[in-house]
């Protein structure tokens, strides 16, 4: 079991951008996707998107003309930026890795215990 | 918003089984296999409990089952304990688009 470990500044002013890093500690980021999630106060989680550790991406369209996640395979660290941040972006942010099961859908089976962000001036 | 439809509580007691659903639409629960659910204790790392609808991932209990009808998909607990007190989470995806999409998530209380 990997373990995931999410940092990154936890105050962002309006407009800025979010940034933020998983390292991953005991196991590789090769021949994974990863994952953030996540969760508003008080409501549920909402997917942000996930890398290959080729980099190639998936996002939530609602998020798409923001966000980009990256990889760097030499620090076993993958990142998310978020771009043009509200209010509303603020949340719990989870990095996760992604295993694809039998049938090949995407599942979270290694999460970070998540970083506080609040978007404020 | 969420895709996906939760009760906002469920309550049970100890050595009770309980029910949690999740409603979708034929667009992801309805049409694919792919529903998982996870538990969640405030504070700590999110667990995944069950994939692709009903598989349960090593060292998961077989208290933990899921299910589906329709476009409901349902997690079950049995012989509730106090440690499954927890919010959980199901989540859904729909491969004609890759997207993934959670519900509002269901607050376990083990009374």
């Known amino acids: 079991q990997v373990q995931l470990q999410e940092s990154g500044p936890g105050l962002v002013k309006p407009s800025e951008t979010l940034s933020l890093t998983c390292t991953i500690s005991?196991?590789?980021?090769?021949?994974?996707?990863w994952s953030w999630i996540r969760q508003p106060p008080g409501k549920g989680l909402e997917w942000i998107g996930y890398?290959?550790?080729?980099?190639?991406?998936n996002y939530n369209p609602s998020l798409t003309s923001r966000v980009t996640i990256s990889v760097d395979t030499s620090k076993n660290q993958f990142s998310l930026s978020l771009s043009s941040v509200t209010a509303a972006d603020t949340a719990v942010y989870y990095c996760?890795?992604?295993?694809?099961?039998?049938?090949?859908?995407?599942?979270?089976?290694?999460w970070g215990r998540g970083t506080l962000v609040t978007v404020s001036s | 918003q969420s895709a996906l439809t939760q009760p906002a509580s469920v309550s049970g007691s100890p050595g009770q089984s309980i029910t949690i659903s999740c409603t979708g639409t034929t667009s992801n629960v309805g049409s694919y296999d792919f529903v998982s659910w996870y538990q969640h204790h405030p504070g700590e790392a999110p667990k995944l409990m069950i994939y692709?609808?009903?598989k349960r991932p090593s060292g998961v209990s077989n208290r933990f089952s899921g299910s589906k009808s329709g476009n409901t998909a349902s997690l079950t607990i049995s012989g509730l304990q106090a440690d499954d007190e927890a919010d959980y989470y199901c989540?859904?995806?729909?491969?004609?688009?890759?997207?993934?999409?959670f519900g509002g998530g269901t607050k376990l209380t083990v009374l």
């Open positions: 005991g196991g590789s980021i090769s021949n994974y996707f």
């Open positions: 890398v290959s550790y080729a980099g190639i991406t």
């Open positions: 989540c859904s995806y729909a491969d004609s688009n890759n997207y993934v999409a």
């Open positions: 996760a890795r992604v295993w694809f099961g039998d049938l090949f859908a995407p599942n979270f089976d290694d």
């Open positions: 692709e609808g009903y």
